[in-house]
């Protein structure tokens, strides 16, 4: 979600900086990129380091909190995520958003797109392991009743990326703040701005040709759209 649906990293680095340094810490840019992606619990303990007081569910509380009065005023979407999404709901795929972000958050999130994106939403306190385990890609997968290996997932973060390429669905990194690697276990978008479902389909069958569960003419995949939390 943030990232790759919504632009909201911003939001979050002005949050930690706020937080940490209202408890005499210092927080910089490069701690900032450090903590993109990684799931809300594990963030936290990070914050601690820097001389938070506040418990493990204060602090996430307090940054969704925060992340959401700035989302009210205004909601930064990233170019052609939601035209992808609306091209795909008309086809009649599955779709899931899978983020580290709380429930409730990208469930504001959600409301805001305008029409029925998704069938069903993931959040940090939805699972027990965080990205980069692939748990929150494989229970979105189980929960919509489709093979994860019949699923591609959009991720611009390297936890999120590494999640979903170990749950084994088709994966696509689009970087944002975060630098992304070439390796042949993805492929690297530079943006959704223009991308279809034929784009999609395109590349499926291109990444499950070798498989031997591959299907040369398939129907369309479930897409996972992500991006981790902050």
Same mark, same amino acid.
């Given at each position: 979600?943030?990232?790759?649906?919504?632009?909201?990293?911003?939001? %979050?680095?002005?949050?930690?900086?706020? =937080?940490?340094?209202?408890?005499?810490?210092? %927080?910089?840019?490069?701690?900032?990129?450090?903590?993109?992606?990684?799931?809300?619990?594990?963030?936290? @303990? #990070?914050?601690?380091? /820097?001389?938070?007081?506040?418990?493990?569910?204060? #602090?996430?509380?307090?940054?969704?909190?925060?992340?959401?009065?700035?989302?009210?005023?205004?909601?930064?979407?990233?170019? *052609?995520?939601?035209?992808?999404?609306? @091209?795909?709901?008309?086809?009649?795929?599955?779709?899931?958003?899978?983020?580290?972000?709380? &429930?409730?958050?990208?469930?504001?999130?959600? @409301?805001?797109? *305008?029409?029925?994106?998704?069938?069903? !939403?993931?959040? *940090?306190?939805?699972?027990?392991?965080?990205?980069?385990?692939?748990?929150?890609?494989?229970?979105?997968?189980?929960?919509?009743?489709?093979?994860?290996?019949?699923? !591609?997932? $959009?991720?611009?973060?390297?936890?999120? $990326?590494? +999640?979903?390429?170990?749950?084994?669905?088709?994966? #696509?990194? #689009?970087? $944002?703040?975060?630098? =992304?690697?070439?390796?042949?276990? &993805?492929?690297? %978008?530079?943006?959704?701005?223009?991308?279809? =479902?034929?784009?999609? =389909?395109?590349?499926?069958? @291109?990444?499950?040709?070798?498989?031997? /569960?591959? !299907? &040369?003419?398939?129907?369309?995949?479930?897409? +996972?759209?992500?991006?981790? &939390?902050?």
């Amino acid at each position: 979600m943030d990232g790759t649906l919504v632009d909201t990293e911003g939001y %979050w680095m002005a949050a930690e900086t706020e =937080l940490i340094e209202a408890h005499g810490g210092r %927080w910089s840019p490069q701690d900032a990129l450090a903590v993109v992606g990684m799931g809300l619990v594990e963030a936290a @303990e #990070i914050f601690k380091s /820097h001389g938070v007081t506040l418990t493990t569910r204060e #602090i996430i509380d307090w940054m969704t909190d925060r992340v959401m009065q700035q989302v009210e005023t205004s909601v930064p979407w990233r170019p *052609g995520a939601r035209e992808l999404l609306a @091209e795909l709901r008309e086809a009649g795929i599955s779709t899931a958003l899978v983020t580290m972000s709380e &429930h409730r958050m990208a469930a504001k999130i959600v @409301e805001a797109i *305008g029409f029925a994106a998704f069938d069903l !939403i993931i959040g *940090g306190d939805d699972v027990s392991r965080a990205k980069p385990d692939p748990e929150p890609y494989l229970l979105a997968a189980r929960t919509l009743g489709v093979d994860i290996s019949q699923c !591609i997932a $959009l991720e611009d973060s390297v936890p999120g $990326l590494r +999640s979903a390429v170990a749950s084994g669905a088709v994966s #696509i990194g #689009i970087p $944002l703040h975060a630098v =992304l690697a070439p390796a042949s276990s &993805h492929t690297l %978008w530079e943006s959704l701005d223009g991308k279809t =479902l034929a784009d999609l =389909l395109t590349l499926f069958v @291109e990444q499950t040709a070798d498989s031997p /569960h591959a !299907i &040369h003419a398939p129907p369309a995949p479930s897409i +996972s759209e992500d991006a981790s &939390h902050v």
